[in-house]
């Protein structure tokens, strides 16, 4: 039985349930910590009054006019059903009771996560700096992304040695999606409506939003770990 941190979604928006991209601090998840608990991921799934809180990463390349993220098509038989076959730009998983850190603060939680996450789905370990908090993801539009809740990084892999084509044949090898493209921030604003994204397929709902908030150029916050 697997464990995964989740917050009873009343305490997370006391009032109306924001949708989409949500700025750095729109939510204070350190003063949520005492409503934070562990419980069975498979009865968490099916139950949207309450959220998983998700770490979710983009590996950027670049800066301005030559800034790109990799992308990735997520194989038919995913073990997350609802996204078979749509594309992603995130990285990312659930947090749990082993990512329990000397930092009791919830982000510092989510940082224990998000590096883990990467190293394992990606094989890459740019360390804790290289992490830049843009915001987070609320959206029920769609079952999946019903019971999440989004943390949002940009990760700045410049330092990685390799070309781009040597670091996306690394990151398909840990993670094996269907396929991968490194494709310019510019040229994802037209791929996020149904039909449009690489190869007539479809982005799943949070990359949408991602994407939407990344060209926005929401003010971003360092990860402070």
Not at 87 to 92: A, E, K, P, T
Not at 146 to 170: A, K, R
Request: some cysteine.
């Amino acid at each position: 039985m697997q464990s995964i941190l989740v917050i009873e979604r009343k305490h997370l928006f006391p009032g109306l349930s924001p949708q989409g991209f949500l700025p750095a601090g729109a939510v204070d998840l350190d003063g949520l910590a005492e409503r934070l608990f562990f419980a069975e991921r498979r009865y968490m799934e099916q139950n949207s009054h309450y959220k998983q809180i998700i770490p979710y990463m983009l590996l950027r390349r670049g800066a301005g006019t030559e800034a790109r993220i990799l992308c990735y098509q997520r194989r038919t038989k995913h073990t997350e059903a609802r996204l078979g076959g749509l594309w992603s730009v995130g990285f990312g998983g659930h947090m749990e009771p082993l990512d329990r850190t000397e930092d009791t603060a919830t982000l510092g939680v989510v940082m224990a996560t998000a590096l883990r996450e990467l190293e394992e789905e990606t094989g890459l370990t740019p360390g804790a700096e290289a992490f830049t908090r843009v915001g987070f993801i609320n959206s029920d539009r769609e079952d999946v992304s019903s019971v999440h809740f989004g943390v949002v990084y940009t990760v700045d892999i410049d330092g990685i040695p390799g070309s781009d084509e040597e670091v996306m044949q690394l990151v398909s090898g840990q993670s094996e999606p269907h396929q991968a493209r490194w494709i310019p921030v510019a040229d994802l604003a037209g791929m996020t409506l149904p039909g449009q994204g690489p190869d007539g397929a479809d982005f799943e709902d949070w990359s949408r939003i991602a994407i939407g908030g990344l060209l926005d150029g929401t003010k971003s916050n360092r990860a402070d770990g």
